[in-house]
């Protein structure tokens, strides 16, 4: 069975190592959903602007949240309004590429790029399913093991929508591609990787004594 892709547009094709893009929805799923921070970028007053933020996936759908007097939530409007051009990063390093030259540095990563209109969700059991899944996102099954927002709290929190429709990965993996005439240097070359790392998880100093650690972190 063929593979469902994201269509290559002009601002998803690399102009650099093409063959490093991806636009099969399971590449691009797999980075996003292992990631835990994008970087939202969009023009205010004329300059360019790019915030960190925390996000999750549904679908082929982004949600990304801040706080209901945030520039770009509020700047993004709603389904009636023309929304909010952005553009969402969201990157892995995978290792640290050494190579003879310095010119030749490099890294191995993992990146999607998702560019379109982002709009504010409105809809109260969409915003609330939204942001069960931006909790999921970040340690599944965290939403169901903590207290919903409530009224005021969602009052206070904005929701983008962004679809996924002009989207593309970017890969880099493998060695540093040294020149011919620089192999015989003296110099140390090859991948230093580069992985995350869990500690212990820490209970909160008033934790209630008899609350078991949730079964979720032992994955982590």
């Given at each position: ?5 994201y269509a290559?547009?002009a601002r998803?094709?690399p ?8 636009y099969?929805?399971?590449t691009?799923h797999?980075?996003?959903?292992t990631?835990y921070?994008c970087?939202?970028g969009?023009v ?14 549904v ?16 700047m ?19 290792g ?8 030749h540095?490099s890294?191995?990563?993992?990146c ?5 209109t982002?709009?504010?969700v ?16 970040v ?9 919903p ?7 206070a ?9 002009e ?13 011919p005439?620089?192999l ?6 090859g991948v230093l ?6 500690g212990?998880?820490i209970?909160s ?6 609350i078991?650690?949730p079964?979720y972190?032992?994955?982590h």
């Open positions: 069975m063929a593979r469902a892709e290559a547009t998803t094709t102009t650099r190592a093409r063959e490093r893009a991806a099969d929805h399971e691009v797999a980075i996003l959903d990631a921070v970087h939202l969009f205010r007053d004329g300059s360019p602007v790019v915030l960190p933020t925390l996000y999750g996936r679908g082929d759908r982004l949600y990304l949240h801040g706080s209901t007097g945030s520039r770009p939530l509020r993004a409007g709603d389904v009636s309004d023309p929304g909010l051009e952005v553009c969402v990063t969201v990157t892995h390093v995978d640290l590429v050494l190579a003879r030259s310095a010119f540095h890294i191995n990563y993992r999607v790029v998702v560019h379109g982002a709009y504010q409105t809809d109260q059991e969409e915003k609330k399913a939204a942001l069960d899944a931006l909790v999921d996102h340690l599944s099954g965290r939403a169901a093991d903590s207290r927002g409530n009224a005021k709290e969602l009052a929190t904005a929701v983008l929508r962004l679809d996924l429709r989207v593309s990965a970017k890969i880099r993996t493998g060695g540093p591609n040294d020149e005439e620089d015989a240097l003296p110099y140390w070359s990787p580069v992985t995350p790392a869990y212990a998880p209970p100093d008033d934790l209630a004594p008899g078991p650690e079964a972190l032992s994955v």
